[in-house]
């Protein structure tokens, strides 16, 4: 069964950090795209973070939304079949249900925003950033 599996949201005080995983079963995570996207109550899911599809390699290129960028870091780990995100100096607006998503051979980031463009998502892990 092909699934990811998202870990490591928390309750955290504003300015800390979290490293956020997406762990992937059933299929080799490197040959995926893979975006991130969080859901506050209320307000419609958003696209967070993206990188490409690395063909075997340890990186891809990445794409940030203006309200992480400068203090996120995406990431792979091929031998961990793991992708992770990193959000320095939280804020109470990052808030949320943070869910990864894969897209199969993707190394096209015009639509990473688009949530149907993506063929599996995981369940989500919640973020709680208090002020």
């Known amino acids: 069964q092909l699934q990811v599996v998202e870990s490591g949201g928390g309750l955290v005080h504003a300015g800390e950090s979290l490293r956020l995983s997406c762990a992937a079963s059933?299929?080799?995570?490197?040959?995926?795209?893979i975006g991130w996207f969080r859901q506050a109550p209320g307000k419609l899911r958003e696209g967070v973070s993206w990188?490409?599809?690395?063909?075997?390699?340890?990186?891809?290129?990445?794409v940030y939304a203006d309200s992480v960028k400068g203090r996120s870091t995406i990431s792979r780990d091929n031998a961990k079949n793991t992708v992770y995100l990193q959000i320095d100096s939280l804020k109470a607006d990052d808030t949320a249900v943070y869910y990864c998503?894969?897209?199969?051979?993707?190394?096209?980031?015009?639509?990473?925003?688009?949530?149907?463009?993506?063929?599996?998502w995981g369940q989500g892990t919640q973020v709680t950033v208090s002020p």
């Open positions: 059933g299929f080799t995570l490197v040959d995926y795209a």
């Open positions: 990188i490409s599809s690395s063909g075997g390699s340890s990186g891809g290129s990445t």
């Open positions: 998503a894969a897209k199969r051979g993707s190394t096209d980031d015009s639509s990473w925003r688009d949530p149907y463009d993506y063929d599996l």
